[in-house]
């Protein structure tokens, strides 16, 4: 398996805008940091915004924050919202026309990617580290 650019730059979009959280970062600061270009960016933004993990703020000091603190956003939501629900075949997350013989080993590898990614907060990805030490 493997996980998209646009999944790959979101995750770092996301943990710099967490790294300055609570404060707007610039859409030219996050492309010189992560080094896409800014209609990739915005793409990506968007998919974001649209999954509820940051907000565009308009103007001549707008940006991206997150909309929620670091300790509250997962990675999880951050590359479900950029890799189409991370659904590895799509008998995992809606029922097939008929039996899928491979059904356990598809939603076993689906649900441990899901739970992994949704225990890592954006703050841990920060300061690596996790809630539990």
């Known amino acids: 398996m493997k996980i998209s650019s ?7 979009a996301s943990i710099i805008l967490a790294r300055n959280y609570p404060k707007i970062v610039s859409a030219t600061e996050l492309e010189k940091n992560i080094g896409v270009s800014k209609k990739y960016l915005e793409r990506i933004m968007r998919a974001l915004s649209t999954a509820g993990a940051v907000k ?5 000091s707008g940006g991206y924050t997150l909309t929620k ?13 950029l890799e189409n629900d991370l ?5 995992v997350v809606k029922p097939c026309s008929r039996e899928c013989e491979s059904l356990f080993v598809w939603r076993k590898l689906y649900d441990g990617i899901n739970e992994i990614l949704d225990n890592i907060s954006l703050y841990d990805a ?7 030490k």
Do not use: M, T, W
């Open 87 to 91: 659904k590895i075949v799509d008998c």
């Open 69 to 81: 603190s670091p300790k509250e956003l997962s990675c999880g939501v951050i590359i479900r919202a």
């Open 6 to 12: 646009q999944a790959h730059y979101g995750l770092q």
């Open 126 to 132: 920060v300061f690596n580290r996790s809630e539990d």
């Open 56 to 60: 565009a703020n308009r103007g001549a």
